[in-house]
Structures are given as structure tokens and as C-alpha cells.
């Protein structure tokens, strides 16, 4: 018999975090090029009420696929094809009032987008509302054929590896993948092709040690729950979570039911809890966000950490998830997803311990059908296993960057970049990225 430690080191590790005491020095001209086919747009999302900014806010331009979301300080920049520049900003947030802006009317240096806050009436209540929240999620998964995307398509993402010691930015890594994305029916694993990369990380603060996210886009990838929910909900580890009803709220003006889950409290070994946000509609899952039990610390190193320091203790903190979907014609599909992981070492005979945080998040900007089934050769393919900041390519290439939307930087990783940059010109590094002897 499976216990739920053996189902959770199947499913999920250790596969994210891998330390590797190799001092490699990479850097890269981080510009961003000019392009006459496209016009930029910046700005932020507000609350109108208190103007605080609203974090992972998507931002679309109505009938096209073209999409981008605001940061963690709801800041974005949105570049928009000339052909396209008459049309429509559609902006949502969930339990906000979804917001229709002309693009004529955005202030290309920066706008300020208020968005309402939505409030439930009474009147809202639905008598035929479901009363087994463990059977609505069920039935929302089973029809992920029906509501989601059926059919072969090719996806152009967004993808940015960060590293923070407590509070200072020490790494920067961002990348524009394909992903070929099988039908949502399919039992297919989805192939993903590095397009180009980029990298630059300040290895004095890294206390000799380089830390390095094994798996790269996959990590956020396999955060699409519908696609893959045997990641999380599996018919072994399903009887170990309750589920119950939250409070209702509104994405997109459609009434979306919000569930909670969590592991039974007789339940020792770790599985997740979080929020699933359910059209109440369609049944479909249009949101989740969730993160792993990691009390037992002995388990969840050995869960997350493949190498280390013998004179080191090494445990996660923090292990928490993010998928956001959209919609297209009545189908929904993959629009964004994070991973968040946070971390200490703990060194022998030093009097306070190392803090560190590696975040991972994968933006879908663009796609189309796929209608020749292409997908890519073997060797073509980004691995599962594949350490982004050792594929990085294209950095002569200042021109790329310029037309693919991105998700906009923190000031403070921008600050981050800033300093690296300044090193590079002192000439610390050579301009392959090698350090000088």
C-alpha cells in the first residue's frame, strides 16, 4: 500500500531546487530595442477606492490574443501591433468590475487604470447554488475537454526566474518559450522550445554558493491544473483534503464560487490548501491559488533540496502556487501561473542564517492554432530537468526583445539590473560573460 509520502515524492520531487557550489559568472546587455510595428503602452491598475495596486491584474485587447499582466507593484507595459491600435483594452481582476478602455485614450507614457470594486448583493444568492464543494470541483475538472481549448495550439510566453537574499535582488533571468499546447482532453504532455534567454546575476551575494531552479518553464507550467491535475489532486491523495464553500465573488462580471481546500488534520505527511475559483455558470476553474504543507521540515528539504553543504541546514518556508485562466470565444485556456519557494541555510558556526527567495512566473502573450500539428524535434525541446541560467542565448541580439510582450520589471530588480551593469562596464566581466582572472 502507497503511503502519502511515497504519492507525494512520485508526483512532486524533488524536482524544483538544485544546489550546485559552482562560481559562474554570466552576464548580459539587458536593452530594449525600439520597434516601428508596434506601439507601447505603460501604466498601472489601481484600486479606485484606495489606490492600492492590484497585483497580476490581466490586461487583453478585445478579439485579438494579444495579453500581458501587471506586476507585483500592478504596474504593466503592453505592446500592441499598429494594426490593432483602434481597438479595445479589456482589464480584470478578480472580484472587480471587469473595465473596457480604447486604446486611443491610454497615455502611452503611463496611465493610471482605476478599477471598481464589486460588491455581492443579496440578491446574488442562487438557490440552485451546489452544496458538495468536493463534487463541484470533480465535475469542473472532468469537463476540461468542454470548456477549455480542444485542439493543438502554439503558445508564445513570457517566462522570469528571480532570486532575492531577504530583500536584495541578486538575480535576473527571463526567457520567450513556445509552448506546443495538446488539446486539454489529451493525456499529452506539452513540449516547450527555449526561443532566446537572457541572464544577469551579482554572485558576491550569493555566498559562493550558486542557486539554480531545476525544471525552468516546466515548473510553471505544470501549475496548470486542468491540464495536470494529478500534480495536486490525484485518486490516491483526493479523500485526504476537505473542501468547503468561501464567499462568492465576480471575474469578468460571471458569478464564481470560491472554494477552499485543505489536507484532513489527521493527515501528517504534506499537501496543499488553498482557493479554487469556479464559474458558477460553466463550472470552470478560472483561477487557483494554493501552497504546500512544509511543517515537517526534514521532509520538505528532502522534497526540494538535492545537493547542499555539509557544514549547511537547508529548509523551505515557503512553497506557494499560482494559475490564472482566460477566456477566448467561450473557451478557456493556460494565461499565467507562479511559483514561489522561500528558503534558509542555516551555517554552522555563523551567528545569523541565510534567507533567500527564487520566484518563478510564465505569461502567456500570444497564440494560434496549431494547425499542422508541428512540434518540435527531441533535441530542439526544453528539458524537464533543464537549468535556464545554463541555456541562456541571444544576448547579441538587442533587437528581439523589442516586440514581445514581457511582464514588467519590479524598480528593484530594475535597480538590481542597474548595478550589474555598471560592474559590467568596469570591465569585471568579459563580454562572454566569463570573469577575467
Known sequence: MKTTQNIIQQKYGP???????????????????????FTEYTGEVLDSNNKKPLVFATL???????????????????????????????????????????LAQLDKNGSKILMDEFVMALSEARIDAPNNAKALVMETLNKK???????????????????????????????????????????????????????????TKLDTVALKLQGGPFNTLFVDMVKYPDYIFT?????????????????????????????????IDPLYKGKLYIDAENKILT??????????????????????PRNAEVWPTEVSYRVDYREKNGKWYYGYSNVLLEFKINWDKKLFNSVYSMSCEMAVTDWEKNIDNYIPKSKNRIKSSIILSDETIGFADPNFWGEYNIIEPEKSIESAIKKIQRQLRRGKFDTDGTSKP
Not at 491523495?237 to 477552499?260: A, K
Open 145 to 203: 475537454g468542454e470548456n477549455y481549448l480542444n485542439e493543438n495550439t502554439v503558445m508564445t510566453a513570457f517566462y522570469r526566474e528571480t532570486i532575492k537574499k531577504r530583500r536584495t535582488n541578486v538575480s535576473l533571468s527571463e526567457a520567450v518559450v513556445n509552448i506546443y499546447k495538446a488539446p486539454y482532453s489529451s493525456n499529452k504532455t506539452d513540449a516547450l522550445e527555449l526561443y532566446k534567454a537572457r541572464k544577469s546575476t551579482d554572485y
Open 235 to 267: 485518486q490516491e491523495t483526493l479523500p485526504y483534503y476537505d473542501f468547503s464553500f468561501d464567499t462568492s465573488t465576480r471575474v469578468n462580471d460571471q458569478l464564481i464560487y470560491v472554494i477552499n481546500f485543505k489536507q484532513k488534520p489527521e493527515i
Open 60 to 102: 487583453t485587447i478585445e478579439n485579438t490574443n494579444h495579453s500581458t499582466i501587471t506586476n507585483s507593484e500592478g504596474q504593466f507595459a503592453l505592446k500592441v501591433p499598429n494594426d490593432v491600435v483602434n481597438g479595445n483594452l479589456i482589464i480584470g481582476f478578480l472580484g472587480y468590475k471587469t473595465k473596457s478602455i480604447p
Open 287 to 308: 483561477s487557483a491559488v494554493y501552497s504546500l504543507n512544509i511543517t515537517d521540515r526534514r521532509l520538505a528539504s528532502q522534497m526540494f533540496v538535492l545537493k547542499k
Open 15 to 37: 524536482k524544483f531546487l538544485l544546489f550546485i557550489f559552482l562560481f559562474i559568472c554570466t552576464g548580459a546587455n539587458l536593452i530594449f530595442a525600439q520597434n516601428s510595428n
